[in-house]
């Protein structure tokens, strides 16, 4: 029993051929979109991960950030509080007789 194209008549190695390149195509288009939506699953999952460590550094960072200027804040008030009192001033003479006289004994002892 002789095989049809559809139209009865036999099928030629030229229809063979026609056939089996088609079904080849449409195996080759079902790979690449299967490969393709693979990688696109992957690439957002990536992207995804990507983004809410971005997010959590950034909110570290934030929290560090806040705190340096804080301490800035509390360090400036103290030093102007200090410069407002004279009590700095009086601060730094004290500590530049000190440094004075520790020379004076470092030189004493050579």
Do not use: W
């Not at 007789?97 to 004994?105: G, I, P």
């Amino acid at each position: 029993m002789e095989q049809t194209n559809g139209n009865d008549r036999p099928i030629t190695l030229k229809d063979l051929i026609e056939a089996l390149t088609e079904a080849e195509a449409r195996i080759e288009d079902r790979i690449v979109k299967g490969v393709v939506a693979a990688i696109d699953e992957r690439l957002e999952s990536l992207e995804t991960r990507l983004l809410t460590e971005f997010h959590r550094y950034g909110e570290r960072t934030d929290l560090r950030l806040k705190r340096v200027e804080t301490a800035e804040s509390t360090t400036a008030g103290r030093v102007a509080s200090l410069e407002d009192e004279g009590r700095f001033t009086a601060l730094e003479l004290r500590v530049i007789e000190t440094e004075k006289r520790l020379r004076k004994l470092e030189e004493g002892r050579k």
